[in-house]
């Protein structure tokens, strides 16, 4: 069995994702090839999972800091 793709996409990071959203979106059958989670490395490894961490220890200091002003969270 052979299947034709308008266009094959190699991995899945941000890029690529939106690259096929947006194909898809137009009529276009496209393949997305990938061995890793669907996601790529900012999305499930790197810039976002930092960020969280950073935000949740910037709100943890926050909260510490208004307590030494009389302020109790």
């Known amino acids: 069995m052979t299947t034709k793709y308008d266009l094959a996409i190699v991995g ?4 690529a994702s939106v ?3 947006r194909c898809r979106a137009a009529g276009w059958r496209v393949a997305v090839i990938d061995y890793l989670p669907f996601g790529g490395t900012c999305a499930l ?4 999972p930092k960020k969280v961490l950073v935000g949740a220890a910037q709100a943890i200091d926050h909260v510490a800091r208004m307590h030494d002003k009389g302020i109790h969270v």
């Open 19 to 21: 690259t096929a959203n």
């Open 12 to 15: 899945t990071g941000t890029a």
């Open 45 to 48: 490894r790197g810039c976002d």
